[in-house]
């Protein structure tokens, strides 16, 4: 048995059988900037709180798996130094060890699995990495969603990833893509790709009953909700395709690799774009936060 320590707050929403919306903190400890980070942490479970339902950040801390964080936890989470990013590898051995570490998507769906949770709120997850046919860069995020049970809600994938590719695997594990109003695949900080997603379901209502008749099926795996940001906090992808292209270079000539890949990126794209990349990161979390609560909340309407 696993000792979870629940926040306050989703203790009392469990037991009361409200509806409830995962977090992860990766995004808090390495992908967005201090003192943005935190700011933006508190903002996203307030936003998730105003559309009527509970937020769960997920963290180990000391070997402890949290599942919420009190406001002072996650003010020292995001300043602490040294905090591991956690993945499904690494996971078992940070809480055995009494490590700290902050969940990445695939840690953060176990995590909200086990402790009940069905509904996940994200940036973009992790997916197939540009050059991945010679890197092999593949995240973890895309096996989780093959067999963890939680619908993440996300704005696509990263656009610094390879969409075609990402969108194969995907396909391949068995994952649903559901594109949130519209037909084409969205790419993190843009509203469109060239890609069609598989799916589209235009209310949360569609998107709990999905997940609801997958439960039933006994179907392993989860579902990604692609919900694409708010038109007018895009960036349209051709003004951040050399943005990009030039960061990848950068990893490359700094033989970046392994998990600080996303990070780096992330870091080069923000310098590069004189922080709008971060505006966009922004509003496009708050938007994916509102829309799992709308989900999380269908799921427990539907019962
Ligand atoms: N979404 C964001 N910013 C992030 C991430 C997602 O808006 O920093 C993190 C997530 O934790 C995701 C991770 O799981 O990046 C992917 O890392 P990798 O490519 O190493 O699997
Ligand atoms: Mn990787």
Redesign the pocket.
């Known amino acids: 048995m696993i000792d979870i320590h629940y926040s306050a707050e989703v203790r009392a929403a469990k037991d009361a059988g409200q509806p409830i919306v995962a977090l992860?903190s990766?995004?808090i400890t390495?992908?967005m900037p201090y003192p943005q980070n935190i700011e933006v942490a508190a903002q996203v479970e307030q936003d998730i709180r105003d559309a009527g339902a509970v937020p769960a950040t997920m963290a180990v801390i000391e070997g402890k798996l949290h599942v919420g964080l009190e406001p002072e936890q996650l003010q020292w989470l995001g300043q602490a130094q040294g905090v591991a990013k956690i993945?499904r590898a690494d996971m078992a051995a940070c809480m055995s060890t009494g490590g700290t570490g902050a969940t990445?998507?695939?840690a953060t769906m176990i995590a909200a699995h086990y402790a009940g949770i069905e509904v996940f709120a994200?940036?973009?997850?992790?997916g197939v990495h540009q050059g991945a046919e010679t890197t092999f860069d593949i995240?973890?995020?895309l096996h989780e969603l093959g067999h963890t049970p939680v619908t993440v809600v996300a704005a696509g994938a990263?656009a610094i990833l390879d969409l075609a590719k990402t969108l194969e695997v995907l396909e391949t594990l068995g994952v649903p893509v559901i594109a949130h109003g519209q037909d084409e695949f969205p790419a993190f900080w843009s509203v469109k790709s060239p890609f069609a997603a598989p799916l589209r379901m235009d209310s949360a209502d569609a998107i709990a009953k999905a997940h609801a008749t997958r439960r039933a099926l006994g179907l392993p795996g989860g579902q990604l909700v692609a919900n694409p940001i708010p038109a007018a906090d895009q960036i349209p992808a051709e003004e951040l395709a050399p943005i990009i292209a030039q960061a990848q270079s950068d990893a490359d000539a700094h033989r970046i690799t392994g998990?600080a890949?996303?990070?780096y990126l992330?870091q080069r794209i923000f310098e590069k774009t004189n922080g709008r990349s971060l505006i966009a990161?922004i509003a496009l979390?708050r938007n994916n936060a509102r829309l799992a609560a709308r989900i999380a909340r269908a799921l427990v309407q539907q019962g």
């Open positions: 992860e990766t995004i390495h992908g993945s990445t998507v695939a994200t940036g973009g997850i992790g995240s973890a995020d990263k998990k890949v996303t990070p992330l990161n979390v």
